[in-house]
């Protein structure tokens, strides 16, 4: 290795990652030298991967799908978050040599709701549609944020049962069917499904949100998702997806490994650009 500090994201697939770019650029804004890579890292491959790449002097992780849960079970310490959440997106050589997780995704996504977006979150309504990992990994961070309510709907309502009773301590939380949500109005709704990969859309009812309320879809792509279109044709004030969480997710990674926090708004203005052209 050079002398430069070694970082990269394991996951597989890989190859179309946007971190390396993200954290190159932050490294350039904060002058950091480091170097991050981008590896080809299927689940099987994962433990002896991550041994290897400490041993040989890296100093930080990025791990993605299918990898979160395992760099969970792999961390010697984790932080709050991170521990609620089951899955570990960021593992952080210690001075001690021990690994500490966190899972920034939650953060992120609510750095790019407040600071990039203007959505408040305090005393509003939220409706999570989901409850898988993705959600998981949010339900924390938003909580702390104090909203009114949040209301995890799954099509398998057990699912989001089982969530709702890991995160009651934290705030008022509560499961329901797609079909139970006739007649309820939220000020944000998050889609968290993996629905929109499949160009699939949650089965939701009519009048779902509120006035002036918005929608934010964790997954992006270059063009408006299909989450994405719905809120706008619902009338939402913003129809927001999941790029600006992507890069927020990062800035947090990249501080926890750096102690410095890099500036986020220039570089989602570059990577919403390319996306439009
Ligand atoms: P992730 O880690 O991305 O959250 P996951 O743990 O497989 O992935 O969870 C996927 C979530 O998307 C689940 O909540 C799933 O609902 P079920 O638990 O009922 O399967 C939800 N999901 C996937 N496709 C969906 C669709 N077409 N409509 C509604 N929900 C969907």
């Known amino acids: 290795m050079t002398d430069k500090d070694h970082y990269a994201v394991f996951g597989s697939p890989i190859e179309h990652s946007k971190s390396p770019r993200i954290h190159q650029f932050f490294a350039e804004q904060t002058q950091q030298s480091l170097e991050y890579r981008a590896v080809l890292v299927p689940a099987e491959q994962f433990e002896v991967a991550v041994k290897e790449f400490f041993a040989k002097g890296g100093r930080g992780l990025n791990c993605t799908v299918p990898l979160k849960e395992l760099a969970w079970m792999y961390a010697n310490k984790k932080t ?40 408040q979150l305090k005393d509003k309504r939220i409706l999570i549609l989901g409850a898988g990992g993705a959600s998981r990994g949010i339900v924390g961070p938003i909580q702390d944020e104090l909203p009114e309510s949040i209301t995890i709907a ?10 709702v009773a890991e995160f009651a301590h934290k705030g008022p939380i509560v499961a329901s ?16 499904t993996s629905a929109s ?3 699939d859309l949650p089965p939701l009812a009519a009048n779902i949100l509120k006035d002036q309320g918005c929608c934010y879809d964790l997954a992006y792509a270059n063009k408006p998702t299909i989450f994405v ?12 997806d999941g790029l600006g969480m992507l890069v927020e997710q990062a800035a947090e990674a990249f501080y926890l490994w750096r102690g410095v926090r890099p500036a986020s708004a220039e570089l989602i203005q570059l990577l919403e650009a390319e996306r439009i052209s």
């Open 80 to 119: 709050e978050r991170a521990e609620l959440s089951k899955a570990v997106n960021t593992l952080a050589l210690q001075d001690d040599g021990s690994i500490l997780g966190d899972n920034t995704d939650g953060i992120g996504l609510v750095t790019d709701l407040k600071k990039n977006n203007a959505v």
């Open 154 to 163: 799954n099509r398998t309502v057990e699912k989001a049962r089982n969530l």
């Open 177 to 192: 069917a797609y079909e139970d949500l006739a007649g309820l109005s939220f000020d944000l709704i998050i889609n968290a």
């Open 197 to 199: 990969l499949t160009d």
């Open 229 to 240: 279109r719905w809120a706008r044709e619902q009338g939402a004030l913003k129809s927001l």
